[in-house]
């Protein structure tokens, strides 16, 4: 049996074989003889997760737009097809020509989140590419990985031939002129690494030693070869109105988690939530230009058939065009059956006013995020929402035809007390009254406020990356204490609350602040079954905790203790744009309770000035 027709047979004995056949709308194709480049771009979770990941969609286009690669896509398999790989020793292959992925020049690997860690070995395995960059030969590919998680690169350290630190529009054409002159020349496999860690951004793991001390933090962290950076430096794309973007993006098969046309219209945010990881590193804020945003609905809408489109950014309210986005949406889209989604929208009249012309308030729910109860803890965290703000903005939620609310918060932040638990209850009782106190022939039926609750992880690059976190015993009683409250309101009928799974986010923590020691615990959690661990029907915390056990490393060393400022973190070799001191800062004013203002109102001082562009610099003068 040939391995074409083996795959056939193996597609009608699985689960969705859609995930795995390619040919989808908007597909790019090539003859591979053609090109001299061919990169595998990996999503490590299920396919309809991977699809609907826009910064793929972004790099799968651009790539593709040079005449010398050839970008291919390859996502996680499901538990049904990756159990029949192995037992038949079949690659895992990419999907435009099911070619398989150890055959290429590079696997680039985007690592979104935590729990996808073990999802990563598992396409190393099925793959047949050694786990291990340095059991890795010229005859593999060159595996490369970036998103969010590559800001603190250090548990993957031993399974990535190169991060890649920053957005990705910038660097990749260096890299890829680079890897062509490697090739021709016939140098080694190190030799190629060396050159690529020249590139700004570009962090090769095997160029650089730790060291530990008896306490084991890190004692130092320093480059084995001259020429090699010392600091790695975050890449940002400035332009982002000129930045590639996709006119055809990919349309999948079966029905993906967005299953929509996204449209990116700013990056950044001028906000400066102390928690929020996404909000530091991505900084300064970039906004793209009105008309290119136009023409980029148009034709991404025209060429993809999707009936809806949602505007893409940390912070939509904070676009300066958004009215006029907006209004152009409305007249050329939504009398054509085109649906326009508003993520990200702060609690204000505007946003209230957008969001009643663009959806259909008797079906939809308004999604707040107040992420604390009390106005002490939301100013520990600099959230800049008042009550006031919260419960106006739900007044006029309710007047405008809304009764269904979503609250989310976070349990386990810096300085929380069992009374700002408890003020999530109170908060929403206090909405739930403002939605009765509307006279009842202007009401929409019964009111629905359904809190959730995930508990607080500390990131790198924020203010409370030194905190401490707890045991999952902890968390589960803050939510007990938030469920009581609840319980106690007079309004409980009308409100419901969920919580997060507590030993998922102790796990979360440790990777998401852990060393490269915690490498050879990851490969010991894959090795023991554990894949799909942002799944909890697959998630195991007890082979985890083995893994822990078996490799002799204690997890409450990364989660249960507060950093020093002396403490070198294991991700203080890159420069993500926003300063240590700037951070120390924070920290100590969010300790003190202390608020501080937005990048439009004045100058924080963050560091991230000196890009030389974004909102930020309108008021560089002013640091405090």
């Known amino acids: 049996m040939t391995q074409p027709a083996l795959k056939d047979e193996i597609l009608l004995a699985i689960d969705k074989p859609a995930r795995y056949i390619g040919n989808e709308v908007n597909m790019i194709k090539k003859n591979p003889k053609d090109v001299a480049i061919r990169f595998a771009m990996c999503f490590p979770d299920v396919y309809e997760i991977g ?3 826009l910064g793929i969609q972004i790099l799968y286009d651009m790539f593709n737009q040079r005449e010398d690669v050839y970008c291919e896509r390859v996502y996680s398999p499901w538990p049904d097809l990756h159990a029949i790989l192995k037992e038949k020793k ?5 999907l435009e020509t099911q070619q398989p992925v150890k055959d290429f020049d590079f696997l680039g690997i985007t690592i979104q989140y935590e729990m996808c860690y073990t999802n990563i070995l598992q396409v190393l395995d099925l793959s047949l590419i050694p786990v291990k960059s340095k059991e890795r030969t010229k005859e593999h590919p060159f595996v490369i990985g970036g998103g969010p998680c590559a800001y603190n690169p250090e548990p993957l350290a031993d399974f990535f031939d190169m991060f890649y630190i920053g957005e990705g529009e910038t660097v990749y054409d260096r890299l890829f002129d680079c890897y062509k002159e490697w090739k021709s020349a016939g140098k080694s496999r190190r030799e190629f690494l060396v050159e690529a860690s020249k590139i700004p951004g570009i962090y090769v793991p095997s160029l650089y030693e730790v060291t530990y001390k008896e306490d084991k933090t890190i004692a130092s962290f320093t480059p084995v070869e001259k020429g090699v950076p010392e600091k790695i430096q975050k890449q940002v794309v400035m332009d982002m109105t000129g930045a590639s973007y996709p006119k055809k993006p990919l349309v999948p098969f079966i029905k993906a988690t967005q299953d929509r046309v996204v449209l990116e219209i700013q990056r950044g945010c001028i906000r400066g939530c102390r928690f929020c990881q996404a909000g530091m590193i991505y900084r300064p804020t970039r906004e793209k230009d009105l008309e290119v945003l136009k023409r980029q609905a148009f034709h991404m809408l025209k060429n993809t058939g999707h009936e809806e489109i949602s505007l893409s950014s940390l912070s939509s309210s904070d676009y300066s065009d958004l009215k006029e986005l907006v209004t152009y949406l409305i007249d050329e889209f939504k009398g054509k059956g085109i ?12 946003s209230l006013d957008v969001m009643s012309k663009v959806q259909d308030v008797r079906k939809s729910s308004l999604t ?11 100013d520990v965290i600099n959230k800049g929402l008042t009550e006031e703000v919260i419960l106006q903005g739900a007044k006029e939620a309710f007047l405008g035809g809304w009764q269904k609310v979503k609250l989310y918060f976070m349990l386990g932040l810096p300085t929380e007390t069992e009374e700002d ?7 929403a009782n206090k909405i739930a009254a403002a939605y ?3 006279p009842k022939d202007r009401r929409n039926g019964r009111c629905q406020i359904t809190i959730s609750t995930s508990f607080f992880v500390p990131k790198p690059f924020t203010p409370f990356q030194w905190a401490k976190m707890y045991k999952k015993e902890h968390y589960l009683s803050c939510a007990k204490v938030v469920n009581d409250s609840v319980k106690g309101q007079l309004n409980r009928k009308s409100i419901k609350y969920n919580w997060h799974e507590a030993d998922v986010t102790v796990l979360e923590g440790i990777l998401a602040r852990g060393d490269r020691r915690l490498g050879k615990v990851i490969q010991r959690a894959y090795e023991k079954g554990c894949i799909f661990d942002a799944w909890s029907d697959f998630f195991d915390n007890e082979k985890w905790m083995e893994a822990f056990l078996e490799c002799k490393i204690d997890p409450d060393f990364y989660t249960l203790r507060e950093r020093s400022f002396d403490e070198i973190l294991p991700w203080d070799f890159i420069d993500a ?7 120390k800062k924070q920290y100590e004013t969010a300790l003190a309770g202390h608020v501080t203002l937005n ?11 000196k890009y030389g562009g974004g909102v930020c610099i309108e008021n560089k003068n002013q640091v405090p």
Not at 339 to 350: E, G, M, Q, T
Not at 368 to 378: D, I, K, T, V
């Open 339 to 350: 649906n326009i989604s508003l993520p990200s929208l702060r609690i204000d009249a505007f």
């Open 421 to 427: 638990m408890a003020s999530i209850g109170e908060l």
């Open 436 to 438: 009765y106190e509307i």
């Open 90 to 94: 079949i690659p895992l292959f990419a």
């Open 577 to 583: 744009g926003v300063t240590k001191d700037f951070l």
């Open 599 to 609: 990048c439009r109102v004045k100058c924080s001082g963050c560091g991230a000035n």
């Open 368 to 378: 707040f995020a107040p992420e604390a109860g009390s106005q002490r803890l939301r």
């Open 51 to 53: 699809m609907s990941h």
